[in-house]
């Protein structure tokens, strides 16, 4: 099993990102994709989900309207589109896929940093 990100880097604020997530190793398909954050000091946190099928989609209020989730099942793909960055953003970003208690599992993370 394999989860990998990609796409982090150094933002200044306002600016864009997108992270990629491939999965492999797994049923892509059957997993619920969500990407998670952890700032500095602080306890990582859900910033978005996206269901299996893709129909779902679900976003923490601090990243709504700016941050879009979204999934290729054919390539086994998550994504995460990041806009109007803010300093408040910068984080070491996770990607997880999750089916059950037992079958969840972890990318290394990406740093994005947003700074002027």
């Known amino acids: 099993v394999q989860v990998v990100e990609s796409g982090g880097g150094l933002v200044q604020p306002g600016g864009s990102l997108r992270l990629s997530c491939a999965a492999s190793?797994?049923?892509?398909?059957?997993?619920?994709m969500r990407w998670y954050r952890q700032a500095p000091g602080k306890e990582r946190e859900l910033v978005a989900g996206?269901?299996?099928?893709?129909?779902?989609?679900a976003y923490a209020d601090s990243v709504k309207g700016r941050f879009t989730i979204s999934r290729d099942n054919a390539k086994n793909m998550v994504y995460l589109q990041m806009n109007d960055l803010k300093p408040e953003d910068t984080a070491v970003y996770y990607c997880?896929?999750?089916?059950?208690?037992?079958?969840?599992?972890w990318g290394q993370g990406t740093q994005v940093t947003v700074s002027a």
């Open positions: 997880n896929a999750h089916r059950d208690s037992v079958h969840s599992y």
């Open positions: 190793g797994f049923t892509f398909s059957s997993y619920a």
């Open positions: 996206i269901a299996s099928a893709g129909g779902s989609k």
